[in-house]
Each structure stands twice: as C-alpha cells, then as structure tokens.
C-alpha cells in the first residue's frame, strides 16, 4: 500500500467514524419514536371517604405493566373543587408531606413548599405538583395513573 492509498483510507475510516457518533448522538437527542403511556384508572377508595375539606393522604397499591406497585396521593377538598395531587415533588423527585399546622405540601429534602391549590409558594420547585385524574363512577373514587 502506497502513501496515496493509506492517506484516502485514513481519511474515510476518519469521516466514517465521525459520521457514526454523529448519528448516534442524535438518536440518543431524538428518540425515533417516544414510550406512549396511557392512562389507566384505579380504585382509590369509597366515595364516602372523601375529604369534605382539607387534605388527604391515601396509600394504594395498583398492578403496573408487571408487577404490583405502591404510590401515595393527596386529595384536596376545597369549596371549589376535588382535586388530587402526586406526592412527588417536582424539584428532584422527593416525597412531599402535608403539614396540617401550615396547611401546605413541604418537601422535607431541600424546603419547597406548596398549597393547598398544589401551587409553589416557597423554596426551589419549578412547577406546581402534578395533578392526577380524579374520577367517581357508582360511589366509588378511581385515580389515574400513566402507565
């Protein structure tokens, strides 16, 4: 192999091998196609254990994909409306608490705090808590989740 030959090779395995990460990294960017996750309903309690005012802790349990998984919930009771929010919060993924003296959501990790409306009132979360889908069919209350 000449010098000629060796320099044309060097420089399409060089073009080859840029073009590869290239493309790779925008695959990993731009996923050809995203997880669609729909949401299924799950029992959560009878409706006469709702909360007529104020806030609610309830533990469940609910069969995901492939196995049995536990979540936690919050359901807000105010003149207006019935409302449930995720026990995450949206800063890094805590578990939030609900102080009855307050009367509001506090992360015990980094000091953010929320109302009752579920909106950031102090401390480092970018978003308001998630909102879950609330349904009541025949006296019984169902929760949605994305799986």
């Given at each position: 192999m000449d010098r000629?030959?060796?320099?044309?090779?060097?420089v399409k395995l060089f073009f080859a091998g840029l073009?590869?990460?290239?493309?790779?990294?925008?695959?990993?960017?731009?996923?050809?196609?995203?997880?669609?996750?729909n949401i299924r309903y799950f029992y959560l309690m009878d409706e006469d254990s709702l909360p007529?005012?104020?806030?609610?802790?309830?533990d469940f349990e609910y069969n995901g994909e492939d196995r049995?998984?536990?979540?936690?919930?919050?359901i807000s009771a105010s003149d207006k409306e019935?409302?449930?929010?995720?026990s995450v919060c949206t800063h890094l993924g805590c578990?939030?608490?609900w102080d009855h003296n307050k009367k509001e959501f506090i992360c015990p990790?980094?000091?953010?705090?929320?109302?009752?409306?579920?909106?950031?009132?102090?401390?480092p979360p970018p978003a308001p808590l998630a909102r879950l889908p609330l349904e009541i069919k025949d006296g019984k209350v169902y929760i949605g989740m994305k799986i």
């Amino acid at each position: 192999m000449d010098r000629r030959n060796f320099l044309v090779s060097f420089v399409k395995l060089f073009f080859a091998g840029l073009f590869a990460a290239v493309c790779s990294v925008v695959f990993y960017i731009f996923p050809s196609r995203e997880r669609t996750q729909n949401i299924r309903y799950f029992y959560l309690m009878d409706e006469d254990s709702l909360p007529r005012k104020g806030v609610r802790k309830v533990d469940f349990e609910y069969n995901g994909e492939d196995r049995t998984m536990g979540s936690r919930v919050y359901i807000s009771a105010s003149d207006k409306e019935l409302t449930a929010f995720s026990s995450v919060c949206t800063h890094l993924g805590c578990f939030i608490n609900w102080d009855h003296n307050k009367k509001e959501f506090i992360c015990p990790c980094h000091g953010g705090r929320y109302g009752i409306d579920g909106n950031v009132t102090a401390g480092p979360p970018p978003a308001p808590l998630a909102r879950l889908p609330l349904e009541i069919k025949d006296g019984k209350v169902y929760i949605g989740m994305k799986i």
